[in-house]
C-alpha cells in the first residue's frame, strides 16, 4: 500500500512494501527514479541489516553459515505503519520466523519520513531485542531522474561536494565484493562530472568523504543535495554500460563483504555492533532545490 506526506514544499510517496519511496514532487515535478525494467526496476531501496553483497551470498556467525541476498532483508518485507501524520510517517517491521533464518537477532527496526520545508530526512533506528550483541549495516539507496530537465543531456549535470577533500575509491571485483582501495581525484577536489561510462565497472564507492553532495546543471534551476552526517560511505550509481537516466547516491553505513572469502562478520570492523536492548538511529536526509 502507498502512503502519501506533504507540506507546502513537497509530496512524497511510499510504498509500504520496503518502506520505499515512490515519489518526491516539487511544484508536480518529479526528482525521483521511477524505474525501469530494462535498466533498474526499484526506486529508492532500503538497506539492512547488510550493504552490498556477500561472497557466494553468505556470511558467518557463532560458526555457523547463512545466507543473505544483496543489500539486506528490509527490501523485501511489507512494513507496518507505526504512526501517521500529514508531514510525516513511520514505518516499523520486526524479527520473525523468516527473518531468523537467515539474520539470527531478534530486532525492531524503523524507518521515518518527514518532511521539513524542501528536505525529506529519513531516519533507521535498529533496536536489539536480543540478549547479544547484533552486528549490521544500513543506509539508502535512491535513484534521481537525471536530466531533471528534458531538454538536458545526462553529461550536463554533476555532483559537488560539501567541501573539498581526497577521497578513497573502494575497489570491488565484477562481483561487488571489496578488493582494495585507491585515491581517486575529483575535479577542483570536489566536482564529479556526470557520464554514462563513469558507471561501466559499477558503483563509486567512496570513504574519507564529504558530509553532503548536490546534483545540479549550471543549465538547470533544479537541484538535489543529499546529506548523511553520520554515515562512513557514499555509493553513486546506475546501471553498467547502459545510458540510465538515473544515478543513485546512497549514503552507507558499511561495505559490501571482501572478495574471496565468506566473512564472519563478528570479525568486519565497518558493521555497527550494537549492544544487547541497546537502540541505534542514524538519520540522512534529501533536499529539493
Known sequence: ????????????????????????????VEYLWQGDEKTWKNKATNIFPF???????KYIYKGQTYEMGSHGLVRYIDFLVDSKEENKIVFKIQSNEDTLKNYPFNF???????LKNNTLVITSKVINKDNKEM???LGGHPGFIVPLDNSLAFEDYYLIFDDCFKPNRIITSDKGLVRYKEEFILKD???????????????????????????KS????????????????LGIWHTPKTNANFVCIE?????????????DIENNDNLVCLEANKEYENSWSITIN
Not at 562530472?193 to 548536490?214: M, P, Q, Y
Not at 543549465?219 to 546529506?227: A, G, I, M, N, Q
Not at 549514503?251 to 566473512?263: A, F, H, N, R, Y
Open 189 to 215: 577536489d570536489k566536482i564529479l562530472n556526470l557520464t554514462h561510462n563513469l558507471f561501466d565497472e559499477d558503483a563509486l564507492i567512496f570513504e574519507n568523504i564529504s558530509k553532503g553532495v548536490t546534483l
Open 108 to 114: 525492531e527496526y524503523f524507518i521515518t519520513y518527514e
Open 218 to 233: 549550471d543549465k538547470d534551476d533544479k537541484s538535489v543535495y543529499v546529506k548523511y552526517d553520520n554515515m562512513t560511505y
Open 1 to 28: 500500500m502507498n502512503y502519501t506526506i506533504k507540506n507546502d514544499f513537497l509530496n512524497v510517496e511510499i510504498s509500504s512494501y520496503g518502506a520505499e519511496l515512490q515519489s518526491i514532487k516539487k511544484n508536480n
Open 135 to 137: 552486528y549490521f549495516g
Open 251 to 263: 549514503p552507507w553505513t558499511s561495505l559490501p563483504s571482501k572478495d574471496g572469502i565468506i566473512e
Open 51 to 57: 550493504v552490498g553483497k556477500m561472497q557466494d551470498g
